[in-house]
C-alpha cells in the first residue's frame, strides 16, 4: 500500500476547464450587473457570459465516461453542488441570452441571481472533495469566488472598447476602483488560502503553491494594480491599458485554479501513528510520508 500522498488523476484539463470557464463566465455576469448600476452599458456581454458557462459545462460533459447518462446529475440536489451547479445553469443560461437580445437592464441584473449560485456551487464542489488537502479546506470558497469575479472583470476590460464611452466611464466612474478592489481582494485571498494550507497540505501541493506564488503576485496583483493605475493617469491611453490589465487578470485566475486543480490536487495518503518494533522492544514514532515536517 501506498503511504505517501498520489497526485488524483480523475480531473483532468476538460474539469479544469469547467471551473475556468464556468467562473469567467459567472463572474462576468455579476461584474456586468454591477457596473450596469454604475452607468456602464454591459448587457452585451450577457452573452459572452453566458458562452463562457455553456463552453465549460460542455467540458464536463466530454469527461464523462458515459455522455449519455449526463443527465443524471440532476437527480441529487440535496446532497451534491454537481447536481445545483446544473440546475442553476438551467436558470442562467437562458437568462444570459434573453438579456443580451432584449438588452434589458433589469434581466441582467436579475441573472446576477443564479450567477452567483452558480460561482459558489463551483467553489463548494471543490470544498467539498475531503481527500485532498488543497481542495477541502474552507480556504478555497473565496479564493474561488474572487478569482471568479476578478477574471469576469478582466474580460469586461478588454472587451470594453467595443462600447463606445464603456473605457472612459470606467476611469471616470467607479469601475476601475472596482477592478482594483477585485484585484486586491483575489490576492488577499490567494495568500489566506495558502497560510490555511501551510502544515495542512502535503509538501509536493505546498511546493506547487510556493512556485505559482511568483506569478500570481507579480502579474496577478502587482501588475494589473499599475495598469489600473497607469489608465486613470493617462486618459490618451486608457484603452490599451485597460485591455492588457484585463489580460493579466484573466490570465493570472485561470493559471491558479489549473495549478490547484490539476498539479496541486495531491490526495492526503496514510499516516501511522508509531513504527512497530519486532520482539519486545519500543514502537517508533509515527510517519506521515510526504507531508512537510512542522518547524
Not at 11 to 25: L, M, Q
Request: positive net charge; aromatic residues 12%.
Amino acid at each position: 500500500m501506498m503511504l505517501a500522498p498520489t497526485l488524483q488523476k480523475r480531473w483532468d484539463w476538460r474539469a479544469a476547464g469547467n471551473f475556468i470557464c464556468g467562473g469567467s463566465g459567472s463572474g462576468l455576469l455579476l461584474v456586468a450587473a454591477l457596473l450596469s448600476v454604475l452607468g456602464m452599458q454591459t448587457t452585451g456581454y450577457a452573452l459572452l457570459a453566458s458562452t463562457f458557462v455553456a463552453t465549460g459545462l460542455g467540458l464536463v460533459w466530454l469527461e464523462i465516461g458515459r455522455p449519455l447518462r449526463s443527465m443524471n446529475v440532476f437527480r441529487n440536489p440535496a446532497n451534491s453542488w454537481m447536481t445545483r451547479e446544473g440546475l442553476v445553469a438551467l436558470l442562467l443560461l437562458p437568462l444570459g441570452v434573453i438579456t443580451f437580445f432584449s438588452g434589458s437592464t433589469s434581466l441582467l441584473i436579475l441573472s446576477a441571481i443564479p450567477a452567483a449560485g452558480f460561482l459558489y456551487a463551483q467553489a463548494r464542489i471543490l470544498h467539498m472533495a475531503k481527500g485532498i488537502p488543497a481542495w477541502r479546506t474552507p480556504a478555497i470558497n473565496p479564493l474561488i469566488i474572487s478569482t471568479g469575479l476578478t477574471e469576469g472583470m478582466g474580460i469586461l476590460l478588454i472587451f470594453a472598447g467595443l462600447v463606445e464611452g464603456n473605457v472612459a466611464v470606467l476611469f471616470d466612474g467607479y469601475g476601475w476602483i472596482v477592478a482594483l478592489a477585485l484585484v486586491l481582494l483575489r490576492g488577499m485571498a490567494w495568500i489566506n488560502y495558502r497560510y490555511a494550507l501551510a502544515g495542512n497540505a502535503p509538501e509536493a501541493t505546498l511546493q506547487v503553491l510556493e512556485r505559482a506564488n511568483i506569478v500570481i503576485a507579480l502579474l496577478g496583483v502587482a501588475t494589473p494594480i499599475v495598469l489600473l493605475f497607469l489608465g486613470k493617469s493617462y486618459a490618451a491611453y486608457q484603452l490599451p491599458l485597460a485591455g492588457a490589465a484585463g489580460f493579466f487578470m484573466v490570465l493570472c485566475g485561470w493559471f491558479c485554479k489549473y495549478q490547484i486543480i490539476i498539479y496541486a490536487a495531491y490526495y492526503q495518503g496514510y499516516a501511522i501513528s508509531h513504527t512497530p518494533a519486532r520482539g519486545g522492544g519500543k514502537p517508533g514514532p509515527g510517519l506521515k510520508p510526504g507531508w512537510r515536517l512542522p518547524q
